[in-house]
């Protein structure tokens, strides 16, 4: 009896032990990635679990923006999630709104996260100030779709689109018809009456993303430092050169119909109207799928008169501050973070249609097959603002200032004075909204 009972009590400690040592870290991560790409990353987040058995991870798909109500109530509550994907537009202000904590170098380097890895403008996404906060999983860019058929018909090389200035004129103008057969330029060509035109500049955001895209071209850096509050300054004759540029398409060049929307430009592409479509690179699936539509991809070209920049959007995984977390949680999460966007996740990832967010996926024989790949050598010429939060507030500003001169609403000169004015209208009500700084 005695030997049972200290049999009994031998193997309950053991037990007591073992489920100590072998306890397993619950972790919850909040993410928006509720369309087509939801499937993938519910799979990678399964396949995580199966690599290893000290880490749970529940994953919730929620749209963004409910996403982003929720983070600081949740925070404020002690509920927040453990882990949390937030887009470049709005990371910046939860990091200085203290909601995000930061990723020191110990809980990097212990988890293995290398910022070599990554492109440069993405991974200064989810810095401030020297320190890093957010990790990016996911990358998109302005890209130019065009039609092969109309390239060839117009007497151009379907399989070498534009890439500069001159190049893109050159070929706007021949890839331009009006209903009688005349191109810009021959007389008695009416650009009122367009059968087929080289491209449409939209309104509002889409246009907005294509006039910021040229704009950065120009070297416009839209915003001052943080040590100045973060004055808006693209009323420069920089951003003027650019928007005059684009509102000159159609209203000069005659190769863009007037009115034209984001919508009414995808149809007409389709429709093989439109021979070229600027558009984001979450467009190819729905291109793929129209039927006798034989387009190729290539970077969006050089319209500006500087460097190569391009228009670029990216999601980071980030760490939510927690009331009662542990180190341990922590730890874990980063883990997460780190198998989540090694190069084998990242390649993964690109098959819901996002971009490679580092060069070693980009130039990797497992991309070599997406159509992609057209654009692998504008990955790193991204341009996203940094360090800036109220990328939203701005972009309203922007996109409204540009609208009003491609509608013919102002000129470029004064619609960019009253969008800087009221970008920083809006930039200091969003400097009134933080903290006080610690």
Known sequence: MQLSKLRFTFLFFVSLLFSTSFAQIELDYWHGFTGPDLPIMERLVADFNASQSEIVVTAQAIPWGELFQQIEPSVAAGQAPDIVALNEDVITSFILRGAIQEMTPDVLATAGIDSSRFYESLWNVGTVDGKVYGVPIHSVMLVMYYNKDLFEAAGLDPENPPQTREEFLEAARALTTDASGLRPGEEGFDPNNLTQW????????????????????????????????????????????????????????????????????????????????????????????????????????????????????????????????????????????????????????TAAGGLPTQSAVAEGEGYASNPMTAISEALPNTFVLTGFPFISQFRAAWDTAFASTLLGEKDTATALTDGVSEANSRIQDGLRSLPPAQ
């Open 198 to 349: 080289a491209v449409g500049i939209p309104t509002p955001w889409m246009g907005g993303t294509i006039a910021y895209t040229v704009a950065a071209q120009n070297g416009v850096t839209f915003v001052g430092s943080s040590d100045e509050s973060y004055p808006a300054n693209f009323d420069s004759a920089e951003a003027q050169e650019a928007v005059q540029f684009l509102v000159d398409l159609v209203n000069t060049e005659n190769v863009s119909p007037a009115n034209a929307t984001e919508q009414s430009e995808i149809d007409a592409f389709r429709a093989g109207q439109a021979a070229m479509n600027f558009n984001g690179v979450w467009m190819l699936s729905q291109y793929q799928g129209q039927e006798g539509l034989n387009f190729g991809v290539a970077p969006f070209p050089n319209l500006g008169t500087g460097d190569y920049k391009v228009w670029g959007g990216s999601s980071h995984l980030a760490l939510p501050v927690q009331r009662n977390g542990t180190p341990e949680e922590q730890a874990a999460a980063a883990t997460f973070v780190a198998w989540m966007t090694q190069p084998e996740q990242n390649l993964a990832w």
